[in-house]
């Protein structure tokens, strides 16, 4: 069965570089969620996209945007990196609309390293 | 408003049973269960719902008391492939779809 697939599985960049993460959810799963996960640490939420709007905002913080498209699809954007940002994140997709009902399926996540 | 587990680690010879906690400050809607291994992506376990729906795995099992706002994660027989970090998420009437995970439970199995 088809999983989520996020790209790049590793990424490299220097303090106040931008980066760019990609999520492809899971075939027909239309709600994507994004979480950040220290080392050590539980995953934090950061943002979900319903239908390509924006469903609930969680400790996201404002150097960084996200956007769902057309195809489903979404892109987590982090411009001015600092050292703290390294961490791994993770993106998961759900199918219909039960809010905090739906099963929500992870990724393999991308390991970001701030240097 | 981050659930709280309990307890944070166990270690368990093989065969073993457990039992995860989960309990929460604020009236739930749902539980989530997770499990993830380093560096992995956290494994869908288990759903329970108010009003006692649930869907998971068939060797999996859990429970959900709503009045308590407390879920608690069952696993009997361990083996050695359930070794890993147990999360707990949760979903309240206040949230549109944001799931709110506690800081889990690291379980060892040992031959």
């Known amino acids: 069965a088809a999983g989520v697939i996020q790209s790049p599985r590793h990424l490299i960049k220097e303090k106040r570089e931008t980066a760019t993460l990609k999520c492809y959810p899971i075939?027909?799963?239309?709600?994507v969620y994004w979480y950040q996960q220290g080392p050590g640490q539980d995953p934090q939420f950061l943002i979900s996209?319903?239908?390509?709007?924006?469903?609930d905002k969680g400790s996201i913080p404002d150097r960084f945007s996200a956007q769902q498209f057309s195809d489903y699809h979404s892109e987590l954007n982090m411009s001015s990196l600092e050292l703290g940002d390294s961490a791994l994140y993770f993106c998961?997709?759900?199918?219909?609309?039960?809010?905090?009902?739906?099963?929500?399926?992870f990724g393999a996540g991308t390991r970001l390293s701030v240097l | 408003q981050q659930p709280v587990q309990s307890p944070q680690a166990v270690i368990l010879r093989e065969g073993e049973d457990a039992v995860i906690n989960c309990s929460s400050s604020?009236?739930?809607?749902?539980v989530h269960w997770y499990r993830q291994k380093h560096g992995e992506a956290p494994v869908f376990l288990m759903i329970?719902?108010?009003?006692?729906e649930q869907k998971g795995h068939d060797k999996i099992s859990a429970s959900f008391n709503e009045k308590k706002q407390q879920s608690s994660l069952y696993l009997t027989a361990s083996q050695l492939s359930y070794s890993g970090t147990y999360f707990c998420?949760?979903?309240?009437?206040?949230?549109?779809?944001?799931?709110?995970f506690g800081s889990g439970t690291r379980l060892s199995i040992r031959p």
């Open positions: 998961a997709s759900s199918s219909g609309d039960r809010g905090v009902k739906n099963i929500q399926y």
């Open positions: 075939p027909r799963h239309d709600t």
């Open positions: 996209f319903y239908e390509k709007m924006q469903s």
């Open positions: 604020k009236a739930l809607y749902s």
């Open positions: 329970l719902l108010k009003g006692g």
């Open positions: 998420g949760t979903g309240f009437y206040s949230s549109a779809s944001k799931i709110i």
